[in-house]
């Protein structure tokens, strides 16, 4: 065989070679696509949405006294603040946070700050008027729903949720929350 010839079968290979593994990875990127689609629609189907129920549950407070949280026909409106201390973005919603409590509370709202992971006995108050504590009985609670963190809830007096935002708020985000009033 002529050196020409191999030397232009040889190209003619890595070229077919070439296009095999560039078709390959177009079908392979076509699939992860549609799999981080279909996870990321999973994922929030798992995370609270309005119409979904709440738990009713009991909280911790730093002193260890327990305050049950109940939902039924005379429960007034909850706002939940769900927060954590390993969350890195969770001091950046705080001031809004104090914003919209005092306006909740002063419309008979029950608002209420809870951490995930602890709270100790002598934490300073983070929100006037709003206690911050822990969930008593995480076996009661759905955490796969409260995984996304900062978390801002508006529950109805039956537990149904009607307004739900993960992350921090942006005006508009605040206003629409603001409008439940």
């Not at 039956?158 to 629409?176: C, I, M, Q």
Request: hydrophobic share 50%.
């Amino acid at each position: 065989m002529s050196v020409w010839l191999r030397a232009h079968g040889f190209t003619a290979f890595l070229a077919l070679a070439c296009a095999a593994l560039g078709a390959q990875v177009l079908v392979l990127s076509r699939e992860n696509h549609t799999l981080k689609t279909a996870r990321a629609a999973e994922t929030n189907a798992a995370l609270y949405q309005p119409g979904d129920a709440f738990f009713s549950f009991e909280l911790r407070a730093g002193d260890g006294a327990l305050r049950p949280v109940q939902f039924g026909e005379r429960a007034p409106r909850t706002l939940l603040f769900v927060t954590a201390e390993a969350c890195p973005i969770c001091p950046q919603i705080v001031p809004r946070w104090q914003e919209i409590a005092p306006h909740f509370l002063a419309a008979g709202a029950r608002v209420l700050g809870v951490r995930l992971d602890r709270v100790d006995a002598e934490a300073e108050p983070w929100i006037a008027g709003v206690p911050l504590e822990v969930f008593a009985d995480l076996t009661r609670v759905p955490l796969s729903k409260l995984r996304t963190l900062p978390l801002t809830v508006l529950v109805d007096g039956a537990g149904v949720v009607e307004w739900v935002h993960y992350g921090t708020l942006s005006d508009a985000r605040l206003a629409e929350l603001m409008a439940y009033l």
